[in-house]
Each structure stands twice: as C-alpha cells, then as structure tokens.
C-alpha cells in the first residue's frame, strides 16, 4: 500500500477505511468512514483536492484524478463523490463530481467538470463528457451517455444495500489482517 503525502499535503483516511496494499493514494486526498480503496486503483490528489464520502467503494484497477488550474481551466476541477457510491472495476473519473447514492458501472469515464446528481445508475462502459449534468434519479447508458428511464424503487434501494455491502467485505478483510494505514 503506498500512502504518499505530495506537495505538503498527506491524505487523510476516515475511521475503518481500507485501502489495499496495492493501491496507490496520493497528496491532497481525503476518504470518509468506512469506505475502500480496492486492488491496483489510484487516487492521485496532486494538483488538486480529491474528497471522498462515507461508506463509498472505490474498486479494482479505478483511476480518480483531478484537473489542474491552468491556462484554459483557471479555477481546475477536484473530484468530489458522496456517500454511498459503488464505483465499480476499472472506472476513470477525472475532475468531476458525484452526489451520493451512485453506481458508476464498471468500465465507466466520467470528465472533467461533469455533475452527477444524487441517485443515478451509469451504465457499464459509458462515457460522461465534460461539463454534462445527470439529473438524479435516472439510469444513464451509452458513449456519450443518454438519459434512458427512471430508476425503480428496487434500484433506489441498492445504492445503500451495496454499499453496505462492501463495507463488511472491507471489515473482513480488515480482520483477516490487513492493516489500516496510519
């Protein structure tokens, strides 16, 4: 696990957080209770701030970056995500921002300076272009995203089922011994 402060800035993990000995967290990085940080993901808070909510899941081979501040961006974009996101296997969030209560699906990019309101599903394999706002309550799908139908109370009800979830597969791999990182 590599846990590496930048630019003065030294991520800072919440209570009962995991992350895996094989991701790499970098600089200006927060993580909220009882989220995890799954296999070969990197959260590279660098040139910017990157902050992540409670019970939120972060898995396999995913890549969180930020956009700078520079010449064509003066301002730059952290990456902001809520509680309750399940951010499924190699997803590419890059300078946007997420409410809570979201599954980004596997395979997934979402770009700089995109908005993703509270309650939303993201279909596996789709593609958010900048600056595009998903309005809450909505199943999206496609590279670019289109809007397809309102999300179903079943579908309401797994944002906080998943995430509970993963946060007792975190405990279970915290108790086989994988210690939390100081």
């Known amino acids: 696990m590599a846990i590496r402060s930048f630019a003065q800035h030294t991520p ?12 790499v967290v970098i600089g200006d990085v927060e993580i909220g209770a009882d989220s995890s940080v799954w296999p070969l993901t990197v959260i590279r808070g660098d ?9 939120t899941s972060v898995q396999d081979a995913s890549v969180l970056h930020i956009t700078h ?13 809520g509680d ?10 890059h300078g ?5 209560r979201i599954l ?13 309101e509270d309650e939303v599903i993201i279909g596996a394999g789709s593609l958010v272009p900048p600056g595009k706002r998903l309005h809450s309550g909505y199943l999206y799908v496609g590279s670019p995203v289109k809007q397809v139908r309102p999300l179903t109370d079943k ?7 998943t995430a509970g979830n993963y946060v007792k597969l ?3 791999h915290l108790a086989e011994g994988f210690d939390r990182p100081e």
């Open 170 to 172: 975190k405990d279970q």
């Open 69 to 81: 501040a520079g010449p064509f961006n003066p301002e730059g974009f952290p990456l902001l995500i």
């Open 12 to 23: 800072s993990l919440g209570p009962h957080v995991f992350v895996d000995r094989s991701a």
């Open 155 to 161: 579908e309401r009800g797994f944002f906080t089922y």
């Open 96 to 100: 946007c921002t997420l409410g809570s």
């Open 47 to 55: 040139m910017h701030r990157i902050r992540i909510g409670a019970r």
């Open 84 to 93: 309750d996101v399940t951010i499924g296997h190699k997803v590419m969030l």
């Open 104 to 116: 980004v699906g596997m395979g997934s990019t979402v770009m700089d300076g995109a908005m993703v």
